[in-house]
């Protein structure tokens, strides 16, 4: 009696979405849809004001 196991073939693992990014800079804790954004769409400005207001702090 010879029963041949066919071995099921290898799945391409299905990930959960997997997210290979940096968060938006702005520290909002969501991601910029392009791979290649450092922000979402408006949230530089939120970012680039921070930063000019943390320098100023800084400076003072
Ligand atoms: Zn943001």
Do not use: L
């Not at 520290?27 to 100023?56: E, T």
Request: net charge positive; with cysteine; hydrophobic share 35%.
């Amino acid at each position: 009696m010879t029963t041949t196991k066919a071995k099921p073939a290898a799945k391409p693992k299905a990930a959960p979405e997997a997210i290979d990014r940096p968060p938006c800079r702005c520290g909002c804790g969501d991601f910029p849809k392009g791979a290649n954004s450092r922000f979402i769409p408006g949230h530089d400005a939120r970012y680039h004001a921070a930063q000019k207001a943390a320098d100023k702090a800084a400076a003072s």
